[in-house]
């Protein structure tokens, strides 16, 4: 199984770049990394999924190294509604095995 | 349009009880999912149907009891309801089964259930 764990929390500014860990040691061969965004009070949100090296989106880049024992979520020039919690999940290869991570809140100031 | 809609939002019951929480989409999704969201925030997994049919089926109390009637619906009978139920339930859809690899999740609003 794999066992997915971030920081509990980060604090940032508006307009920085933050990266959010995810570390997935037991990921299996087939195993997708995806991220997840998730305000209170509501389910969770897609942000962005990848296998492997760098995958990028309108809202976000995903970095996941040769071995994919972890991945880092980038978020380019936070703003204040970027406040949330956000999830790593790992799964969805041919165990069926859907992991979600321990969650890390992302705090941005003024 | 709501994409995947729950009811009730908020369930507050006593120990001992039945209840039911619903969840239909309307995305034409093949699979559906269930998750429990403890206190402490951690997600995980309880059930996943793909066209009806169970495929994921995590360690969870057999108290609980998943129905799909049909590929759009996808509702959790708990019998028996006991103090460390309490949680917030999200029901899910994507378009693809776990196990392709490539899939998205639409995640409900959540269901509060309070055991007093």
């Known amino acids: 199984l794999a066992k997915t764990t971030q920081p509990i929390s980060m604090d940032s500014y508006e307009g920085q770049e933050v990266n959010i860990t995810c570390s997935h040691n037991?990921?299996?061969?087939?195993?997708?990394i995806t991220w997840y965004q998730q305000f209170p009070s509501q389910g969770p949100r897609f942000i962005i999924q990848?296998?492997?090296t760098k995958v990028t989106n309108e809202v976000a880049s995903l970095f996941i190294p040769a071995d994919r024992k972890s991945s880092t979520l980038s978020l380019p020039r936070v703003s204040l509604s970027d406040t949330a919690v956000y999830y790593c999940?790992?799964?969805?290869?041919?165990?069926?095995?859907?992991?979600f991570g321990t969650g890390t809140l992302l705090a941005v100031q003024p | 349009d709501t994409a995947v809609s729950q009811t009730p939002k908020y369930l507050v019951t006593q120990m001992g009880n039945d209840k039911s929480i619903k969840c239909e989409q309307n995305?034409?999704?093949?699979?559906m999912y269930w998750y429990k969201q403890d206190s402490k925030k951690f997600l995980k997994i309880m059930f996943s149907?793909?066209?009806?049919?169970?495929?994921i089926n995590e360690t969870v109390p057999n108290r609980f009891s998943p129905k799909s009637p049909d590929k759009a619906h996808l509702n959790l009978h708990i019998n028996s309801l006991e103090l460390g139920d309490s949680a917030v339930y999200f029901c899910?859809?994507?378009?693809?089964?776990?196990?392709?690899?490539?899939?998205?999740?639409?995640f409900g609003p959540g269901t509060r259930l309070t055991v007093t």
């Open positions: 149907y793909n066209n009806k049919e169970l495929i």
């Open positions: 899910a859809s994507s378009d693809s089964l776990p196990g392709q690899g490539i899939y998205e999740q639409y």
């Open positions: 990848g296998y492997k």
């Open positions: 999940l790992v799964g969805g290869g041919a165990t069926n095995k859907l992991i």
């Open positions: 037991n990921i299996a061969t087939n195993d997708y």
């Open positions: 995305l034409g999704h093949d699979t």
